[in-house]
């Protein structure tokens, strides 16, 4: 039974096609998948996120230049744009392990690491 499935209590109580994704090989892959992606950004994040404490622009255009990476946007429109920044930066990195996930599936890992480490 995978993470889901688990956290459901009364997973025979649920409609049919409800139960059926939450206990099918596919969603058991995807939950692996998202294991492994999350084990790899935990290091990547926490390493962006020491990277820029206050996070300023001159911190940030640090951290890209240190993972080889070229800014896009204006990191002056404010803290959204610096938020998106990093998280962008994050993601690019994750791609490189994981090319064959989705961008929503590799962004859901650095936010929940992000979560994890309260960040």
Same mark, same amino acid.
């Given at each position: 039974?995978?993470?889901?499935?688990?956290?459901?209590?009364d997973v025979e109580g649920l409609p049919a096609d409800i139960k059926a994704l939450l206990t099918s090989p596919k969603l058991k892959?995807?939950?692996?998948? +998202? /294991?492994?992606?999350?084990? @790899? #950004? /935990?290091? =990547? +994040?926490?390493? =962006?996120?020491? #990277?820029?404490? $206050?996070?300023?622009?001159?911190?940030?255009?640090?951290?890209?230049?240190?993972?080889? @990476?070229?800014?896009?946007?204006?990191?002056? @429109?404010?803290?959204?744009?610096?938020? $998106? #920044?990093?998280? $962008?930066?994050?993601?690019?990195? %994750?791609?490189?392990?994981?090319? #064959?996930?989705?961008?929503?599936?590799?962004? $859901?890992? +650095?936010?929940? +690491? %992000?979560?994890?480490?309260?960040?």
């Open positions: 039974m995978g993470f889901f499935a688990s956290v459901i209590k892959a995807a939950e692996q998948e +998202v /294991a492994k992606i999350i084990t @790899a #950004a /935990a290091p =990547i +994040v926490k390493d =962006i996120a020491v #990277a820029v404490p $206050n996070k300023t622009v001159q911190e940030v255009i640090a951290v890209y230049n240190k993972y080889g @990476a070229t800014v896009a946007g204006d990191l002056e @429109a404010g803290p959204l744009a610096i938020g $998106n #920044a990093l998280l $962008n930066l994050a993601v690019t990195e %994750l791609q490189k392990l994981f090319p #064959a996930s989705t961008v929503t599936a590799i962004e $859901n890992a +650095v936010t929940t +690491v %992000l979560t994890l480490l309260k960040l």
